[in-house]
Structures are given as structure tokens and as C-alpha cells.
């Protein structure tokens, strides 16, 4: 029998949660536990991820809204079917180069793109819903209407972007009371979003779409001066994608295909694949060495793909291949001990569940950077996205600012399968390095043998916006000196923002849930 005692002076992981029938994992304890209730109540797993979703949409605001996007990866055990959707948003259609020559927009109006998340969940539901539309808006129309506390993540936000937050009317007539940002703890009411969520649970998304929602939301833009119009919402659809998939150490790893940044994760996974687990389980800094280098050649390789593939298509095939494949595995091999290589190397919720029946999904939500654009319609209640800063003003980049088009999506939900069956969800914020966070807890968990929630709670690496590396603050010295002798230029950083805050489950042997929540935000593991 294991003494407590030997563990004295050591940091020990949170336990996984444990659960044989359901689990759920999103970014708030409202959420996770709404979506546990509505499947212990008959609800499908669809159900009850528009059920956590909208419930995360009210008390995560900044990092996820009605007025945001979502990737999502889902499994029907039945059918043995995978498929994505993606319900990211198209631009306005005076979005033009021209008009942005000076540079995207961070803030405000014109950094809004037409929102795709409630759309999303009304298909999803059409095609695997059980309960009743209007059921599923209870909790978040509770929430929103009665209050619900201020979560410390929020609270700590808010007196982060105060300079953004007090710039826009409703934003601070929301947010601050008498100039000061709200304390975590303190009960906050939503009325304007809580008769939105009510026409949405009434009437469906064309409330939101071709109704009063969006005429709200065009007006107001266009008395503050934004390009997004009523107009631009009309006939949104989501789109059913067939997903991205490499195998590693015997695991089939799917993932969303562009506009989706996905697919830079699987090449990174190809990149390593001719390691050992041995190669990947050394010293921190050869294993970071390696990780890290396979970053940059897929960034280096894939990132300018990364586009509307109505526009564009992504050569995956050649991406994904055998050519590409080989040359990257070539760089991360010269970066092994002894040699040298040079170095070039926001606000987002998610999900991950499964339910008993085998039926799983991961999601990726989002407004992009924290509280998106900082810009709240006071009719609605709905703080809007601020995703048109994905695009580029190059008019020869592939990725250009154009009218009705997609802007790249740093959104990245994982789901893997091992002998046919489902074996890991994965998840996590992080924008641009999403992608990098997500390797490292696959490897983990595949090469080091870790526990789910060891493998989320170890430190990382990560790219901040504009591509330089970044290490946590827990790696010590020697280990930055070591990667910086072998050309990595690296910055200490702490917290969740570019390291992300993952949500993982994992299936054990004899079908035992495991649900692991990243100490890095307030994520929350609930299982039955």
C-alpha cells in the first residue's frame, strides 16, 4: 500500500473524473453539469451539447457567445459514422482589401463577421436531437434572465480589456458598475440575451438569422459603423466536412480540414512519427526540441493554405504525403542532441463528451480574441466575434479579405480512434498554438504514459500571434539554455493564454470514462 507520505514535496496531478455511463468537460461547472442533467434526462449527446454550449454562450461571454463560431467532430455510434461541421461565418459583403488597406480592424464593428454557432446547433439538432428545441434553452435562459455569479476567469478578463470594455456603451453598461470592472462572485443579470435566447427557443434560428436578431445586430452595426448587415445573416448555413485523419502509434488522429488549422496538427504527428516513444520521452529539452521543430517546418509547410476551401483548396494530399512528410521528418531529425538548426518559429471555449451508447463529441467554440470585439449589441445582448482579424490584406495571399468568405479558423477539435473505437476527445483554447498543445498532450499520453489529467497539467510550449516560441514558466533554466544553445530563440510566459486550457476525455479499458479539466482556466469534468 502507497504511503501518502511519499508524495511529500511533490506536485501531484488533479485526479481524473471517473464515470461509466456519461462524461461531459467544457469550460465552466454551469455548463458541464447542464450537460450531465440533460443526458441523465433522455437527452441525445446532441442535446446535450447545445445545452452546454448555450449555457457556456451565457456565463463565458468572452470566450464564447451567440455572437461566435464554432468547429465541431462528432461520432455516431450507431451508424459508425464520423463527421465535421463547420460553423464558422462568412464576411460582410463590403469586406474588400481596399477597404481594410490600412490593416484588419482588432476592435469594434468592423472586425465582426456574421456569427455561425446558432445555426450550428439547430442543424445538428435536426439530424440527432431527441428533446424538444425549445427544452434545450432552459438552463442558459435561467441563467441569463435570474443571474448567475461571475466566474473568476470573467472577472479577471474584465479588468484585463477594462480599456477595451469601457470603449464600447454596451460592454460597459453590462460589464462595469460605475466605471469598475465586476468582482468575481457577483451576480450578474443579462435580460436583452435572455429575450434573445427566448426567440431562439420560440422560433428557431430564423429568429436569429432572417429575424428581429439580426436586424437588431445590422442597425446597430451600421450606426456604429460596421459592415455587417442584416442582410449578411440571411441563409447562413454550416457546413458538413469530412474530416482530416494520419495515423500515429497505431491511432487514428481525425481533425477538422481547413479553414480549420487542423491539419497543421497531423503534420506535426508525421513529422515525429519515425521517433521512438523513447526519442519523445528523454530530457525535456531534447523531447521539446524535436516538437518544436516539427512545428515550425508544418507551419512553415501549411500555414498559407490555411483558408476558404470554396476559394482555395488546400493540396492536403500533397500536405499530408509522403514528400512533404519526409522533409520535415528529415528537419526534426537534424535537430536531434549534438545539432544545431535555426528557429523561426484568446478567446475560445470548448467541449469534449461521450455518452453510453458510444456516441461522442468534440467542440470547439469561440469569439476568437477574449471578448472577441468588445463590441456588444445592446438590443440582443450578444457580444460579436471579432474573426475578420484571421484574414489577410495581401490581395496575392490566398487568405485576402474578400466579400462572403471565410477567414482562417485557429479552432482545432481532435478526436482519436484506436482499434475502431474511440479512445481520446481533445480540446483546447489557445489560438494559433492550439494545434501545439494538442500534439503534446497526444504525446503524452501515447509516448510517455502519462494520466489524462498528468498529461494536461505537465508544462508546455507554445507560439504566441505572431509565431515566436514560448516555454512555461515551470520548465527551469537549464532547460531553456539547453534549446536556446540549439538556435531556439524562446520567451518565459505563464497562464492560460497562448498554453491553453485543455479538456480531454479518454476511454479505458472496459469502456470506464476518464475526464480530465486543465487547472490553467475554470474547466470542469462531470461524469455519471
Not at 503534420?267 to 518544436?292: C, H, K, P, T, V
Request: aromatic share 8%; glycine share 10%.
Amino acid at each position: 500500500m502507497t504511503n501518502i507520505d511519499e508524495f511529500a514535496g511533490e506536485k501531484m496531478p488533479r485526479s481524473p473524473v471517473y464515470g461509466t455511463k456519461h462524461m461531459v468537460v467544457s469550460g465552466h461547472s454551469l455548463a458541464s453539469t447542464a450537460g450531465v442533467r440533460t443526458l441523465e434526462a433522455g437527452g441525445s449527446l446532441i442535446d446535450a451539447m447545445i445545452v452546454t454550449s448555450s449555457v457556456l454562450c451565457t456565463v463565458l461571454p468572452h470566450a464564447t457567445s451567440l455572437g461566435g463560431d464554432a468547429f465541431l467532430i462528432y461520432y455516431d455510434a450507431e451508424s459508425e459514422k464520423l463527421i465535421g461541421l463547420n460553423a464558422s461565418g462568412y464576411s460582410p459583403a463590403g469586406a474588400t482589401a481596399d477597404f481594410f488597406k490600412d490593416g484588419m480592424i482588432l476592435r469594434g464593428p468592423l472586425s465582426v463577421s456574421t456569427p455561425g454557432i446558432v445555426r450550428a446547433w439547430e442543424v445538428l439538432h435536426q439530424r440527432y436531437g431527441k428533446m424538444d428545441w425549445a427544452d434545450l434553452f432552459i438552463p442558459s435562459l435561467d441563467l441569463a434572465a435570474n443571474g448567475h455569479p461571475l466566474s473568476r476567469v470573467l472577472a479577471s478578463a474584465l479588468n484585463i480589456f477594462k480599456k477595451d470594455i469601457s470603449a464600447d456603451k454596451g460592454c460597459s453598461d453590462l460589464y462595469l458598475r460605475d466605471g469598475v470592472p465586476m468582482k468575481a462572485g457577483e451576480l450578474i443579470k443579462q435580460p436583452a440575451l435572455a429575450n434573445t435566447i427566448q426567440k431562439i427557443a420560440t422560433d428557431g434560428s430564423p429568429a436569429f438569422y432572417e429575424g428581429d436578431i439580426a436586424q437588431s445586430i445590422g442597425n446597430y452595426s451600421k450606426k456604429c459603423g460596421g459592415l455587417l448587415s442584416a442582410e449578411d445573416f440571411r441563409g447562413y448555413q454550416p457546413e458538413w466536412v469530412d474530416v482530416l485523419s494520419t495515423n500515429y502509434r497505431d491511432h487514428n488522429v481525425c481533425v477538422m480540414p481547413p479553414n480549420s488549422y487542423g491539419f497543421l496538427m497531423l503534420m506535426q504527428l508525421n513529422a515525429i512519427s519515425s521517433l521512438s516513444s523513447e526519442d519523445l520521452s528523454g530530457s525535456d529539452e531534447d523531447r521539446l526540441g524535436y516538437l518544436m521543430t516539427a512545428a515550425r517546418v508544418a507551419f512553415d509547410e501549411g500555414k498559407s493554405f490555411i483558408c476558404d476551401p470554396a476559394v482555395h483548396p488546400a493540396p492536403l494530399s500533397d500536405l499530408l504525403g509522403e514528400k512533404i512528410t519526409s522533409k520535415m521528418r528529415d528537419a526534426v531529425a537534424a535537430s536531434a542532441p549534438g545539432k544545431h538548426q535555426n528557429s523561426s518559429a484568446g478567446g475560445t471555449s470548448c467541449i469534449t463528451m461521450i455518452d453510453n451508447k458510444g456516441n461522442a463529441c468534440a467542440v470547439v467554440q469561440s469569439v476568437f480574441h477574449v471578448f472577441g470585439s468588445s463590441w456588444l449589441d445592446p438590443g440582443t445582448g450578444i457580444l460579436m466575434n471579432n474573426r475578420m482579424t484571421g484574414f489577410e490584406t495581401d490581395k496575392n495571399h490566398r487568405n485576402v479579405v474578400e466579400p462572403h468568405k471565410r477567414p482562417a479558423h485557429t479552432l482545432n477539435p481532435v478526436m482519436v480512434f484506436k482499434n475502431g473505437r474511440v479512445k481520446y476527445l481533445m480540446t483546447t483554447p489557445g489560438g494559433p498554438a492550439q494545434t501545439i498543445s494538442n500534439v503534446q498532450m497526444l504525446t503524452n499520453v501515447v509516448d510517455r504514459g502519462m494520466e489524462l489529467s498528468a498529461a494536461l497539467e505537465a508544462p508546455r510550449w507554445s507560439i504566441d500571434g505572431e509565431g515566436n516560441p514560448l516555454i512555461d514558466d515551470e520548465y527551469p533554466q537549464t532547460t531553456i539554455d539547453m534549446l536556446e544553445k540549439r538556435g531556439f530563440k524562446l520567451q518565459r510566459a505563464s497562464g492560460a493564454s497562448y498554453f491553453g486550457s485543455s479538456k480531454c476525455i479518454e476511454v479505458l479499458e472496459g469502456g470506464v470514462l476518464a475526464g480530465a479539466a486543465d487547472h490553467r482556466r475554470e474547466a470542469y469534468a462531470c461524469g455519471r
